[in-house]
């Protein structure tokens, strides 16, 4: 599960192996490696790659399937109109089902 939501995480961003290796300062292998479920990260590189792509341990673990934004830096007003953007997804989306 692990490998697989890395690949996720990191084709979602348009980055290549080599460029995630890149971000975190280890080889296109050890990226290739944990996509592949060969080897895990580091319980550090794990923590660094969860603030990388701005979601859980737990969600790169596949403990959970909840995603956390970064709203950093933006006011109370931009994170109000985001979640008014997700609230309306959820309910077209529901909508739908």
């Keep these: 599960m692990l490998g697989e939501q ?3 995480l990191r084709m979602c ?4 192996q080599v460029e995630l290796a890149k971000i975190f ?3 296109k292998q050890s990226v290739s490696n ?3 479920e060969n080897i ?6 794990l923590v660094k790659i969860a603030k990388f792509f701005s979601v859980s341990t737990d969600y790169i673990l596949g403990l959970s399937n909840e995603h956390a934004l970064n709203t ?3 006011s109370e007003l931009q994170i109000a109109h985001i979640q008014t953007i997700i ?3 959820v309910e077209v ?3 739908n089902a």
């Design 93 to 95: 989306k529901a909508a």
């Design 6 to 8: 890395i690949k996720k």
């Design 34 to 36: 944990w996509e592949n």
């Design 13 to 16: 961003k348009g980055l290549t």
């Design 72 to 74: 950093c830096g933006l």
């Design 40 to 45: 895990m990260p580091s319980i550090d590189l």
């Design 25 to 27: 300062g280890v080889t």
């Design 87 to 89: 609230n309306d997804i």
